[in-house]
């Protein structure tokens, strides 16, 4: 399965993944500022967000891409 998607930077990484290492990188507070979407402003957690991310695919996909750029900046 893992040749399926060889050249998918994210292929067996879960959005629980990636939301949990930008929040232990930037924080709530700075992860809203950078994503300015009400689950990282108002209340935020992890469970309140991943139940937004995973139905508004614009606001996942801008969480993904800035995921990538922290990866590709600080490995």
């Not at 998607?5 to 950078?34: C, F, M």
Request: aromatic share 10%; hydrophobic share 35%; glycine share 4%.
């Amino acid at each position: 399965m893992a040749e399926e998607q060889p050249n998918n930077p994210l292929h067996g990484l879960t959005l629980k993944q990636i939301v949990a290492s930008l929040v232990d990188y930037y924080g709530w507070e700075e992860l809203g500022q950078r994503i300015d979407i009400r689950c990282f402003n108002s209340n935020p957690s992890l469970q309140s967000s991943l139940k937004f991310l995973r139905r508004t695919p614009w606001a996942r996909q801008k969480v993904e891409q800035l995921y990538l750029l922290v990866q590709r900046n600080h490995p």
